[in-house]
């Protein structure tokens, strides 16, 4: 799950960077309105955690601009700003939910894993990887023409993150680190295992290796 955190403290933003990932997300952290505008233009997330009062364009004006261009990634807005206009106007901007500054680190976590899978169960996510198979990301189930083939879930996951890093290189650290848990043991056997198997499903020639570096889903 990759998440986008707008937040103007340095410090802060390291250490909710660093609990989120060690919690097995993937967090691009950003420090002012606009450089997050203009990251999000370029880069597809599954949730934004935005702290509002921040330089160039506040949280409010943000997710507006966004919500105006259509973009409806699920948002938690983090303030110190505790009155019920500030409130009201953060959920009419369109935020999904609201943390009050300061916050536990645990709450955070619990308000991200609860609205992730609201999101994740509302949605389909099926995807077209070629004009006779369909990718259910859910269901962990590719359709070839009439026949269903099950994903285990280290092949899901590795497939749904090339998937999502279509035509561009996602190197073999930041496979990984998505794909196992900080205590299990990878291996480059395990994972040239898992490509393998996919390429049988989904084609050899969709699935590019890149000598010392990673692969590509094309």
Not at 33 to 55: M, R, S, T
Not at 61 to 71: F, G, K, V, Y
Not at 159 to 169: F, P, R
Request: negative net charge; contains cysteine.
């Amino acid at each position: 799950m990759n998440i986008l955190y707008l937040e103007d403290d340095i410090n802060l933003s390291a250490t909710i960077e660093e609990f989120l990932n060690d919690e097995g997300y993937n967090v691009v952290s950003v420090y002012d309105g606009e450089e997050a505008l203009n990251v999000l233009y370029k880069q597809n997330f599954d949730l934004l955690i935005l702290d509002i009062q921040v330089p160039k364009l506040n949280g409010f004006e943000l997710l507006e601009t966004l919500r105006n261009a259509n973009i409806q990634t699920p948002t938690i807005f983090t303030t110190s700003l505790n009155s019920i206009e500030d409130l009201s106007k953060g959920y009419s901007v369109g935020a999904d939910d609201y943390i009050k500054k300061p916050f536990l680190l645990k709450e955070l976590h619990l308000r991200v894993e609860a609205l992730l899978k609201r999101e994740y169960k509302t949605k389909e996510y099926i995807i077209k990887l070629d004009k006779n198979i369909t990718y259910n990301i859910n269901l962990q189930e590719i359709q070839i023409d009439d026949k269903k083939i099950i994903l285990n879930h280290k092949e899901n996951e590795l497939l749904k993150l090339l998937v999502k890093n279509k035509n561009s290189c996602v190197l073999f650290d930041t496979i990984f680190e998505t794909i196992w848990s900080y205590d299990e043991v990878h291996s480059e056997q395990s994972l040239r295992t898992y490509i393998k198997n996919l390429r049988k499903i989904v084609g050899k020639n969709k699935i590019v290796s890149i000598k010392k570096q990673g692969y590509i889903f094309v």
